[in-house]
């Protein structure tokens, strides 16, 4: 269900104009099986993680990813402070894009979050600098629905 979300949200950022300020932050929403940790617009997001509640685990997609086509194998390499993590997962078809589902430890996450001022997303033939501005205090939210 998400999938299709993100793909309309991708779709409806792209229609606006180019000249259009886009305000991304950090934002937590509780579902109804845990919550999602998204760092986009209200209508779209870049990354992306979610919990199912009582697990100890996060699926982490990263939008934008070139070269690859659904179910390649993919990687994701975060980058925060000095701390550094490589996901293995697979490319996934979206509508507009090809985004890399990965599997991750909530304790990376929060880790990944806390280590800097900017969080570095790598996927192939794409890199991404992400203010962590905000990630921290939307993450205690994100990890509160996640139990």
Same mark, same amino acid.
């Not at 104009?17 to 305000?23: D, I, N």
């Given at each position: 269900?998400?999938?299709?979300v993100l793909?309309l949200s991708?779709?409806? @950022?792209?229609a606006?104009?180019?000249?259009? #300020? @886009? ?5 937590t929403?509780?579902? /109804? ?8 617009t209200?209508d779209?997001? #870049?990354l992306?993680f &979610?919990c ?6 996060? *699926?982490v997609? @990263?939008?934008?990813?070139?070269? *690859?086509k659904?179910d /390649?194998?993919?990687?994701?390499i975060?980058?925060a ?13 979206? /509508?507009?894009s090809? /985004? &890399?589902?990965?599997g991750?430890?909530?304790?990376? &996450?929060?880790? =990944?979050?806390a280590?800097?001022?900017t =969080?570095t &997303?790598?996927?192939k033939?794409?890199k #991404?600098?992400i203010?962590?501005?905000g990630a921290?205090?939307?993450? @205690? #939210?994100f990890e509160?629905?996640c139990?």
């Open positions: 269900m998400y999938r299709a793909a991708v779709l409806a @950022v792209s606006l104009p180019a000249a259009a #300020q @886009v305000k991304l932050n950090w934002t929403t509780e579902t /109804d099986n845990g919550a999602n940790l998204a760092f986009g209200e779209s997001s #870049q992306l &979610v199912e509640r009582g697990k100890p685990l996060a *699926l997609n @990263v939008s934008g990813a070139k070269g *690859l659904g /390649d194998p993919a990687k994701v975060f980058t402070g000095k701390l550094k993590k490589e996901l293995t997962g697979k490319a996934v078809a979206a /509508d507009t090809i /985004d &890399v589902e990965a991750s430890k909530l304790e990376d &996450v929060k880790a =990944l979050l280590s800097g001022k =969080l &997303v790598e996927v033939g794409a #991404q600098q203010p962590l501005a921290p205090e939307a993450y @205690v #939210q509160a629905f139990k």
